[in-house]
């Protein structure tokens, strides 16, 4: 007797869950899209420092 064997992916790599019930949350304003803007902040004002620099 052949033994069942679950494949977790597709033939393509894709990975497969058929029990998985996820909900995609698109919510606004949770603590991941703060730190998200904190760390965007942050980025675009040492980018701007390093376009004003200039060597002495």
Do not use: C, W
């Not at 996820?22 to 919510?27: E, G, L």
């Not at 603590?31 to 904190?38: T, V």
């Amino acid at each position: 007797m052949t033994a069942y064997k679950v494949n977790d992916s597709n033939d393509d790599g894709t990975i497969v869950n058929p029990g998985a019930q996820y909900v995609r949350d698109d919510s606004v304003g949770d603590a991941a899209d703060e730190a998200n803007d904190l760390r965007f902040g942050e980025e675009e004002t040492l980018i701007r420092e390093q376009g004003h620099h200039k060597d002495a």
